[in-house]
T-cell receptor, first 112, second 113 residues
């Protein structure tokens, strides 16, 4: 019940296209859902985060869509660029400690 | 402002040895967490320290331990190394305990032979 399932494992998108990464969770106590971006040789960096009181959050080209009833959330990258090529991790947290449970990651490649 | 600094960046050990990894958080950050990253298991939470006290612990054996010093710097130790301990060990700091925004270092890559 502590798992966060992420798909797809890898994704190839053409420049200018939309990249979509999905995550699903079981634990209804989760109330904080961040997405992290990791480039090779670097640590993950927070990209965008959402709480279940809203269904969508947008920051620039990055949007989180959240479906509380389905216990699913997704990251949309609009107008994908080669510089977006990285591994993306969804995560969830549900207690005051904010201990994050991470998904398995999606390796995104944006072709020029 | 300097980011999270981890040392050493790379190290090779043999089975049965022990290793100590070091982490200096962002200045002003008092919470430090450790994560293990492997291709098979992904990012797994090891433990979190705040004000020299362990606040939270993941599901790792007792061979994995950590501590935090009064200057917020943290160390983690793995004793009796096993081949399966080969991983990237990531340290992350945050400004407050009640936030999910972690700032990660670049990690210490441990190879156990």
């Amino acid at each position: 019940q502590q798992q966060v399932k992420q798909s797809p494992q890898s994704l190839i998108v053409q420049k200018g296209g939309i990249s979509i990464i999905n995550c699903a969770y079981e634990n209804t106590a989760f109330d904080y859902f961040p997405w992290y971006q990791q480039f090779p040789g670097k640590g993950p960096a927070l990209l965008i985060a959402i709480r279940p009181d809203v269904s969508e959050k947008k920051e620039g080209r990055f949007t989180i869509s959240f479906n509380k009833s389905a216990k699913q959330f997704s990251l949309h990258i609009m107008d994908s660029q080669p510089g977006d090529s990285a591994t993306y991790f969804c995560a969830a947290s549900g207690d005051s400690s904010y201990k994050l449970i991470f998904g398995s990651g999606t390796r995104l490649l944006v072709r020029p | 402002k300097a980011g999270v600094t981890q040392t050493p960046r790379y190290l090779i050990k043999t089975r049965g040895q022990q290793v100590t990894l070091s982490c200096s958080p962002i200045s002003g950050h008092r919470s430090v967490s450790w994560y293990q990253q492997t291709p098979g298991q992904g990012l797994q939470f090891l433990f979190e320290y705040f004000s020299e006290t362990q606040r939270n612990k993941g599901n790792f054996p007792g061979r994995f331990s950590g501590r935090q010093f009064s200057n917020s710097r943290s160390e983690m130790n793995v004793s009796t190394l096993e081949l399966g301990d080969s991983a990237l060990y990531l340290c992350a700091s945050k400004l407050r305990v009640n936030t999910g925004e972690l700032f990660f270092g670049e990690g210490s890559r441990l190879t156990v032979l």
